[in-house]
């Protein structure tokens, strides 16, 4: 595996942000303030336009910014004298919806190995002074990704996630970002006939999040079995650092606590 | 004191007395056993709203049973009461056409439950989020805040619209564009809009729908689908977001125009001249 030259760096972990201060940091498209006064924290985002940006910057001490100015400045009263926060990367909070650049055939009694881009969250948590507990001031998408619908019809489904990356044949053509997290699914066909892959649901939300000695973010592998279009797939969370990574750390755990193998609808056919 | 005593005995030993006071009791214990059931009983099977109209029900029905009790151990004869009763309520009956209309109505609209509380419903031109569902009609509170009491029979003869039954909704965006547009730059620059939108679903895809050479532009369907809870937000950006990215390409969104013909007509000629002049 071929990896790419400017790799994310870590932009995750603990700060200490002394009172009167503003911090900035730069993750791809998003640049956050974080600005903390006495009894509260204020948190501004603003969103660039190249979602291909792989910049990232801290800046600890950032002057001349006025986040009360800002659309998006988030505001949060406390009466904690800690001064020190946790960034922590994460997983969606919904299924992700991945779909290749064109649609292609598994066949019968095959596996292929498919690799998907899921969107990271970005949880702030305030720190106790003896880093017994941990206060989640806020969380949010470091890119928005649109809202989709997976189903097989407008009535019944779920709302989930559209990827903005498709899912690959080849990890060299999906480019790596600090805002994107990699899922290696091997997707098992044991049916009799040959299965369309044009859409795929990834349950990120009961898998954890790593990063390797390059700063790529990965998740557990999974297992796909695909047994018929009309019946459930299983999905087995192979709960091993991801094999394609190398020096794997783990970043966050699951947002939900499942079983090794979940059964659910993985695969369905776009509407017509 | 002991006369007294000596008096309510005697009253006691009237047989009459104590029937009265045996039917009073009764009525007591029906009274109380019925607001009992009224107030305590839970039936977890059913929605809120149907759950208070059956402890209603039940409520009423105890009332009724215990009254016929009171009433036969006063020695009256119950069917002399049901008889009177029922020549009442013949004549209440066709007073009353509209109220058992609109009762009859009311439980066969909760049986089919076309709507829960909380619904955003709309009934002829009345949209409104329902408040609730009584036995002679139902509550909405229209959006600009105003209550409407809607008779249960008019629901039930009425096309009822369910906004918020399905969990996704579809917007179609009606859109005129010049004559001179090119339809395949105006096409691009709608999907770009709606996939920049992250409360546009990717899935169902937008679709655009050509629909007509109007008067005055070319007439365009675009329709792009949201989950029911951002649906209103998305709507109002998209139509925003389409406007600026129609300016920064130069797609004109057309008012209506009309082209005069200005013909020499003999004399006139010389003054007038020909030519098209074009009216806002």
Redesign the interface.
């Known amino acids: 595996m071929q990896q790419n030259d400017n790799s994310p760096s870590s932009y995750w972990g603990t700060f200490e942000i002394p009172r009167g201060t503003v911090s900035r940091w730069r993750i791809g498209l998003l640049t956050m303030w974080i600005e903390r006064l006495d009894s509260e924290w204020r948190i501004a985002t603003r969103t660039g336009d190249d979602s291909h940006c792989r910049d990232v910057e801290h800046t600890p001490m950032c002057t001349d910014t006025d986040l009360m100015s800002m659309d998006s400045v988030v505001r949060i009263g406390t009466s904690s004298i800690s001064d020190r926060i946790q960034l922590t990367p994460q997983l969606a909070d919904r299924a992700v919806?991945s779909k290749p650049i064109k649609p292609f055939y598994v066949a019968s009694n095959q596996r292929v190995h498919v690799f998907v881009g899921s969107p990271l969250w970005l949880r702030i948590d305030h720190l106790a002074d003896d880093k017994s507990s941990a206060q989640t001031l806020h969380e949010f998408p470091i890119m928005?990704?649109?809202?989709?619908?997976?189903g097989d019809n407008?009535?019944q489904?779920e709302?989930c996630y559209?990827s903005r990356s498709l899912c690959r044949l080849h990890l060299d053509d999906l480019p790596v970002l600090p805002h994107r997290a990699i899922t290696m699914a091997t997707v098992h066909n044991t049916s009799g006939a040959p299965l369309l892959l044009e859409?795929m649901r990834l349950p990120v939300r009961y898998l954890p999040l790593f990063q390797d000695h390059n700063g790529v973010f990965w998740t557990h592998d999974v297992i796909i079995t695909h047994e018929s279009m009309d019946a459930m797939a299983t999905v087995r969370n192979r709960r091993q650092p991801p094999a394609l990574a190398s020096k794997a750390m783990q970043v966050a755990s699951q947002r939900v606590n499942g079983d090794d193998n979940l059964v659910m609808k993985v695969f369905s056919r776009?509407?017509r | 004191m002991s006369d007294l005593w000596n008096d309510i005995r005697v009253y006691l030993d009237d047989e009459q007395v104590r029937a009265i006071v045996r039917a009073a009791l009764i009525m007591i214990v029906g009274v109380i056993l019925s607001r009992l059931v009224s107030r305590r009983l839970r039936l977890g099977l059913l929605q809120a709203q149907q759950s208070m109209i059956a402890r209603k029900l039940l409520s009423t029905t105890l009332l009724i049973v215990f009254f016929a009790w009171a009433i036969s151990t006063l020695g009256l004869n119950i069917g002399v009461v049901l008889g009177a009763a029922g020549v009442l309520t013949v004549a209440l009956g066709f007073a009353a056409q509209t109220s058992v209309s609109n009762l009859i109505s009311g439980a066969f609209l909760m049986a089919e439950g076309p709507f829960a509380i909380g619904d955003v419903i709309r009934v002829g031109d009345v949209t409104g989020e329902v408040l609730s569902i009584d036995a002679l009609s139902i509550k909405l509170r229209t959006f600009d805040n105003l209550m409407v009491r809607v008779p249960n029979e008019t629901m039930l003869k009425a096309n009822i619209i369910n906004l918020s039954h399905?969990?996704?909704r579809r917007y179609d965006m009606q859109i005129g564009v010049a004559y001179d547009s090119d339809i395949e730059q105006v096409r691009q620059a709608l999907e770009q809009v709606a996939?920049d939108?992250?409360?546009?679903?990717?899935?169902?895809?937008p679709t655009l729908i050509f629909l007509a050479y109007g008067d005055s532009a070319l007439q365009l369907q675009f329709s792009v689908?949201?989950?029911r809870e951002?649906f209103l937000d998305m709507r109002t950006s998209m139509h925003l977001e389409v406007k600026r990215a129609f300016d920064r390409q130069g797609i004109q969104i057309p008012f209506p125009q009309r082209t005069i013909h200005v013909l020499p007509t003999g004399d006139a000629s010389s003054a007038l001249g020909q030519g098209d002049i074009r009216s806002p």
Do not use: Q
């Not at chain 1, 928005?144 to 997976?150: E, I």
């Open positions: 919806v928005r990704p649109s809202d989709t619908w997976f407008t009535r489904g709302l559209a859409r776009l509407f | 399905f969990p996704i996939l939108n992250p409360l546009c679903l990717t899935d169902p895809a689908w949201a989950a951002t």
